[in-house]
């Protein structure tokens, strides 16, 4: 089975690695665009601004991201610091959107929020 780690190509000069960088770059920002976006749609769903903070579910994935870590061959140690602070962004993120959704909200009873139609 190959692991991701396999993938990582030897570089001679920093002009290299930075290129190979860049280029995950450019895949890894329109996934995270994507997984921040469903950020909104948690926060649309959620009924409760208490509901935004997750702590099990913070670290179910924790655990997951560890998991398939290790199982690509890389620092779950490392991983685990840049989820968090991951996921820290995307609470902060959702608890605006939360916000920011029932402020336009036509009062209440009104089960129709800020920016969607009928």
């Given at each position: 089975m190959s692991k991701a780690i396999d993938l990582v190509q030897r570089c001679t000069t920093m002009e290299d690695v930075r290129r190979q960088v860049n280029a995950l770059d450019d895949v890894l920002v329109p996934l995270l665009v994507t997984r921040i976006g469903y950020m909104t749609q948690?926060?649309?769903?959620?009924?409760?601004?208490?509901?935004?903070?997750?702590?099990?579910?913070?670290?179910?994935?924790?655990?997951?991201?560890?998991?398939?870590?290790?199982?690509?061959?890389?620092?779950?140690?490392?991983?685990?610091?840049?989820?968090?602070?991951?996921?820290?962004?995307?609470?902060?993120?959702?608890?605006r959107e939360f916000v920011r959704l029932r402020a336009g909200s036509r009062g209440p009873g009104s089960d129709q929020l800020a920016g969607e139609q009928a």
């Open positions: 948690a926060a649309r769903i959620k009924g409760d601004v208490n509901q935004v903070r997750d702590e099990a579910r913070i670290e179910a994935i924790v655990q997951r991201v560890r998991e398939r870590t290790e199982q690509e061959g890389g620092q779950p140690d490392v991983m685990e610091a840049v989820y968090r602070q991951l996921m820290e962004a995307c609470i902060a993120y959702e608890h």
